[in-house]
């Protein structure tokens, strides 16, 4: 099933032997380059990562930085993202550490496209879309008894899921989201669950549009 595929390719370069390659979970990455010099990157397609590979494996000043956030992704977490980078509308992702898709266990499959996201209706925001990536976090962490969810909205980790907003401007489903989102947020955190904000550089769910 196409939306069960990888978001992200992995690729690596140890400077000690010049050995490079190209791995399709972080997992795997980490356990090649953890403890050695090294330089690895995330990538939406195995042919950038090739096309970093053979032009020298070489970091930008946004990719050493990136360096240490991935390290500090949790493994048995789950991601969420919203985004509007396909060009068709918001969609909504749920994935695990290594951006496998894990809508299918909370909605039907005939509510998930053929990328294992969730597309909103045309009319919705991207941070309406982050609201509801988070409700979906929520879902499946109380159904699998997830303890870390990690998102890169500030505006729905810090505020909206908090209960803080001012409804002026919200559209009525929207405030009404809100309250959802905050009660189960406060039943997580009450059973020893966090919520966490990364970067949405090394987000597993990255949809290619964040702030």
């Known amino acids: 099933m196409s939306g069960l595929k990888k978001s992200k390719i992995y690729a690596y370069y140890l ?19 953890k403890g050695k010099k090294a330089r690895y990157m995330s990538f939406k397609s195995e042919k950038e990562a090739q096309k970093w590979l053979e032009s020298g494996a070489e970091y930008e000043k946004k990719e050493k930085k990136n360096e240490n956030l991935f390290l500090e992704l949790e493994k048995d977490g ?54 509801t990536g988070l409700f979906a976090a929520l879902k499946y962490a109380k159904k699998n008894n997830i303890k870390v969810i990690c998102g890169d909205s500030n505006l729905v980790i810090e505020y909206w899921s908090k209960g803080r907003y001012n409804s002026d401007g919200l559209e009525k489903d929207t405030v009404e989201l809100i309250k959802k989102v905050t009660l189960l947020r406060t039943e997580f955190e009450k059973n020893g669950g966090t919520v966490k904000k990364i970067s949405g550089d090394v987000n597993p769910a990255d949809l290619g549009f964040h702030k």
């Open 78 to 131: 789950i991601y969420f993202d919203a985004g509007t980078g396909r060009g068709e509308g918001v969609e909504v992702r749920l994935t695990d550490y290594d951006g496998n898709s894990l809508l299918y266990e909370i909605l039907e499959a005939s509510k998930i496209n053929k990328y294992g996201n969730y597309k909103l209706s045309d009319r919705r925001t991207n941070n309406f879309g982050e609201l």
């Open 15 to 33: 400077l000690d032997n010049q050995e490079s390659g190209i791995f399709y979970t972080w997992n795997e990455c980490e356990q090649k380059v």
